[in-house]
């Protein structure tokens, strides 16, 4: 049973920093796509960050060059460092997982529970 577990959401200013945190359990598998999705109540999910297991990583263009994605396989733990927060980063952000690279596209088929980022101007 895969679980995902994730921790570090917050209350920040607009310009301020968080850093959100994912434990991974569970999983066996040696190839895996992780990312970060961030959804707004009646507004579509949108994928922010992924990662593959080999660490090429990508980001949304909304938050290119303020958002960064990384991970550490032995502790299987991902992370989203956020930086130069802006209103509209407020989301609920969800850590989750498929069990194929990337690249290749698809669905997440393992969510967390959510973390809520709220971002005042």
């Known amino acids: 049973q895969v679980h995902l577990a994730e921790s570090g959401g917050g209350s920040v200013q607009a310009g301020g920093s968080l850093r959100l945190s994912c434990l991974v359990s569970?999983?066996?598998?040696?190839?895996?796509?992780m990312g970060w999705v961030r959804q707004v109540l009646g507004k579509e999910r949108e994928v922010v960050a992924q990662?593959?297991?080999?660490?090429?990583?990508s980001v949304a263009d909304s938050v290119k060059g303020r958002f960064s994605i990384s991970q550490d396989n032995a502790k299987k733990s991902l992370f989203l460092q956020m930086d130069s927060l802006k209103p509209e980063d407020t989301a609920m952000y969800y850590c989750?997982?498929?069990?194929?690279?990337?690249?290749?596209?698809?669905?997440?088929?393992?969510w967390g529970q959510g973390a809520q980022v709220t971002v005042s101007s």
């Open positions: 569970g999983y066996t598998g040696s190839s895996f796509c």
């Open positions: 989750a997982a498929r069990a194929v690279p990337c690249g290749y596209g698809g669905t997440f088929n393992y």
């Open positions: 990662i593959e297991s080999d660490g090429r990583s």
